[in-house]
T-cell receptor, first 114, second 115 residues
Framework: DAMVIQNPRYQVTQFGKPVTLSCSQT?????MYWYQQKSSQAPKLLFH???????NEADTPDNFQSRRPNTSFCFLDIRSPGLGDAAMYLC?????????????FGQGTRLTVV | AQSVTQLGSHVSVSEGALVLLRCNYS??????LFWYVQYPNQGLQLLLK??????LVKGINGFEAEFKKSETSFHLTKPSAHMSDAAEYFC?????????????FGKGTKLSVKP
């Protein structure tokens, strides 16, 4: 009965080789978020979608892109991964955009760059 | 700008002892407050949240937290630690009245429970 599903759980990619991480949800939530969590650090919001509207955080590098083809799926594309992009990537969803709404997180994808 | 400070990156307690994880926030307007738990190589799970109403909030797994506006604090407690409580705990805020559920996290506190 997983509600926010991230695939794969572990991803190894080569330096500079484009990589895509995927997230799907069964909650029918209209907001989907991508967070980056580096080792021993707090999660940091990269961007989010409210329905089809894309909202990028000001300090998110251009190397990171996202796509949301429908309500259920959201993708994180890293165009040219560097060693510094190795991290856990967390997808989350919420119902509505109100700031009191709870965010539901997936189990994350741990990205290794070699 | 809002910020969250968690005092103590590592806390160690004995099984059965009181758990106290500290969180202070900085915000011009009292924010919404959350505690999340993260087990190794897992996502985040909501323990509890404060939005309005009673300032003592009860969450899952026997945890509770109290919002103290005068102290700008939202400390997490549990009367008796269990081995299964060993995890990392994140305090987070969102800005009240904001247009998005943008969570701002503290740096986390890793809780160890000794037998």
């Amino acid at each position: 009965d997983a509600m926010v599903i991230q695939n794969p759980r572990y991803q190894v990619t080569q330096f500079g080789k484009p990589v895509t991480l995927s997230c799907s949800q069964t909650l029918n939530h209209n907001v989907m978020y991508w967070y980056q969590q580096k080792s021993s650090q707090a999660p940091k919001l990269l961007f989010h979608y409210y329905d089809k509207d894309f909202n990028n955080e000001a300090d998110t590098p251009d190397n990171f892109q996202s796509r949301r083809p429908n309500t259920s799926f959201c993708f994180l594309d890293i165009r040219s991964p560097g060693l510094g992009d190795a991290a856990m990537y967390l997808c989350a969803t919420s119902h509505g955009q109100g700031s009191s709404t709870e965010a539901f997180f997936g189990q994350g994808t741990r990205l290794t760059v070699v | 700008a809002q910020s969250v400070t968690q005092l103590g990156s590592h806390v160690s307690v004995s099984e059965g002892a009181l758990v106290l994880l500290r969180c202070n926030y900085s915000s011009s307007v009292p924010p919404y407050l959350f505690w999340y738990v993260q087990y190794p190589n897992q996502g985040l799970q909501l323990l509890l949240k404060y939005t309005t109403g009673a300032t003592l909030v009860k969450g899952i797994n026997g945890f509770e937290a109290e919002f103290k506006k005068s102290e700008t604090s939202f400390h997490l407690t549990k009367p008796s630690a269990h081995m299964s409580d060993a995890a990392e705990y994140f305090c987070a805020v969102t800005l009240r009245g904001g247009s998005q559920g943008n969570l701002i996290f503290g740096k986390g506190t890793k809780l160890s429970v000794k037998p």
